[in-house]
Nanobody
Framework: QVQLVESGGGLVQAGGSLRLSCAAS????????MGWYRQPPGKQRELVAH???????VYADSVKGRFTISRDNAKNTVNLQMNSLKPEDTAVYYC???????????WGQGTQVTVSS
């Protein structure tokens, strides 16, 4: 099994910054894509960004230029640096780990990010 534990959410004013972190433990494997999804109130969950084992990154158009995803394979962590936050970034943010071998995915419990105007 794989466990994902997120940290770093909170309340911030528009234009501010937050850094989310996710630590993975368990039977992780070396070939996996780690990323962040978010679910705004009343909306469906959507991709924010992900980074592959080869460090290829993908970002949602809405966060390009503002958010940066990174990973530390030695520590099995993935981070999301969020700058120039907007009220529309308000959501529950979920860490995701997907095996590049099996395709199976795991989810964290979610962390709330609230951006006030």
């Amino acid at each position: 099994q794989v466990q994902l534990v997120e940290s770093g959410g909170g309340l911030v004013q528009a234009g501010g910054s937050l850094r989310l972190s996710c630590a993975a433990s368990g039977s992780i494997g070396s070939r996996n894509t780690m990323g962040w999804y978010r679910q705004p109130p009343g909306k469906q969950r959507e991709l924010v960004a992900h980074i592959s084992s080869g460090r290829i990154t993908v970002y949602a158009d809405s966060v390009k230029g503002r958010f940066t995803i990174s990973r530390d394979n030695a520590k099995n962590t993935v981070n999301l640096q969020m700058n120039s936050l907007k009220p529309e970034d308000t959501a529950v943010y979920y860490c995701n780990l997907r095996s590049e071998v099996s395709g199976f995915a795991y989810w964290g419990q979610g962390t709330q990010v609230t951006v006030s105007s």
